[in-house]
């Protein structure tokens, strides 16, 4: 391995970073991160922080995830790969798929479609939407509606129905029949409602507008985060979701739930729309279904949408969507461990606990930094604050200023991920009550510095 003089010295200068501009990962080189222990990593210098950031929502066991680890290192002796596309299968993918059929059960989920990654799933799960009401005869059906400040990945589909336009403004133009409705947002939104509970019905009316306005006849499907997540952490009001399924069921539009963030206990719950009390179409995962160890996803179909499909007798229910690295036999491995440990710690319940006092300790930030315009959570490891200038205008805060936040947090304990003019929180879900109280004094020494 190449000391860190060569590291440094060549930091930025052959990568390009995503979600980062070239020039600015070369003016200002990113931390360089080089070892894990628990919750913490450890960048170049041997300093170590708390990771806040969880990798990136998918560390949920941390990286001293052992039976994980064991598992990839026996499969890469044992089948190290081998497609399952027609004709060929592999046992970890037979029982992997019993595992998630058994785990998404009160989702009402029964079957597995396995990808690479995030926006990979969903891809394809927007691709079976079209194709579910073609084989049922209704073909017309090939727009998507989503949540402005809703992200679904990076693919031409997935970046056609998000709704941040960070994400699409240099791509554009995108795949047509994508439509957004607002989010339920109470911090800033169109209708300057801040009462949850107003605002979610609000941004039904919209949808419900919306697919008259479109003709529920054109349109596939409605896919949304149970949480938004990289937009920001906005948790909508508890009455949005099921408000949401039940549009969808009165349209005949398919629900996507997507996911790659909330599925595998994030949330508290196992599922972000078992959170809120629904049943969705199909639903997104990835991320965490192998803590971040080994690229891999699968989309969870419901038993209704799956009988489409395989009672189809045209030929119109044959799939043509699939990836290389599909089923691959060390990520399901990786997958088999990582479910039967996240269900032995019981996840779930810490990541209630711990996200109870992160979300109370932010709550007391803001009340001591004028620099905290809003903060959001509630539910689960998954907080955001989000930083003003200017708290009667909500004036976004600069780019200098919350990186200098950021600067002095890393260097006080705890790594904390910068979107825009927000803080998002997103740790591994085995933390401890003395590393959220490493996280909390080390952004408030963050906000200190920057007021």
């Known amino acids: 391995m190449k000391d860190s003089n060569f590291l440094k010295e060549n930091n930025a200068r052959h990568v390009w970073h995503p979600m980062a501009h070239p020039a600015d990962s070369q003016n200002n080189p990113p931390d360089i991160i080089v070892g894990g222990e628990g919750v913490e990593i450890i960048d170049v210098d041997g300093h170590k922080t708390v990771d806040a950031v969880g990798g990136l929502w998918n560390v949920n066991l941390g990286y001293s995830c052992n039976p994980v680890k064991e ?28 595992m998630l059929k058994e ?97 979610a019905q609000l941004c039904l009316a919209a949808l419900e507008d919306e697919i008259k306005f479109q003709g529920a006849e054109t349109i596939a499907a409605f896919i949304m985060e149970p949480v938004l997540g990289a937009g920001g952490v906005m948790p909508p009001h508890e009455s949005f979701m099921p408000g949401v399924r039940d549009i969808c069921s009165k349209y005949g539009i398919l629900l996507i739930a997507d996911e790659v963030i909330t599925a595998f206990g994030r949330t508290g719950d196992w599922s972000g729309s078992r959170h809120w009390g629904v049943q969705p179409d199909m639903m997104c995962t990835a991320k965490a279904i192998t803590n971040g160890y080994f690229p891999f996803g699968a989309v969870m179909i419901s038993d209704g949408v799956a009988d489409v499909f395989e009672s189809d007798t045209s030929g119109k229910g044959a799939i043509g969507s699939g990836y290389t690295y599909s089923g691959h036999p060390v990520g399901a491995a990786a997958a088999i461990a990582c479910l039967q440990e996240t269900q032995r710690l019981n996840v779930t319940d810490n990541a209630a ?25 509630g539910h689960g490891l998954m907080c955001a604050l989000e930083l003003v200038s200017d708290r009667n205008n909500k004036t976004p805060i600069d780019k200098k200023t919350i990186g200098q936040v950021h600067r002095t947090a890393y260097e006080s304990g705890a790594m904390v991920r910068v979107s825009g003019n927000n803080i998002i929180l997103s740790p591994p879900l085995i933390l401890s009550e003395t590393n959220v109280a490493t996280i909390l004094t080390s952004l408030d020494k963050g906000l200190e510095s920057a007021a």
């Open 71 to 98: 598992a990839i290192a026996a499969q890469l002796d044992k089948l190290p790969y081998y497609s399952i596309f027609r004709g060929t299968s592999n046992d970890n993918v037979i029982e992997l798929s019993w």
């Open 353 to 377: 606990a711990r996200g109870k006092q992160l979300f109370e300790g932010l709550l007391a930030l803001q009340e001591k930094h004028e620099l905290v315009g809003d903060v959001r959570g």
């Open 103 to 199: 785990f998404f059960a009160p989702d009402g989920l029964s079957r597995a479609f396995f990808t690479s990654g995030g926006s990979d799933s969903v891809e394809i799960a927007l691709r079976l939407a079209r194709q579910y009401h073609k084989i049922r005869g209704e073909g017309g059906r090939v727009k998507y509606l989503s949540l402005k400040k809703g992200y679904h990945g990076t693919h031409t589909l997935g970046a056609s129905v998000n709704g941040n336009a960070n994400f699409r403004t240099q791509y554009e133009p995108l795949m047509p029949g994508c439509f957004h409705i607002p989010a339920p947002y109470p911090y800033r939104n169109p209708f300057n409602e801040t009462d949850p509970v107003k605002l």
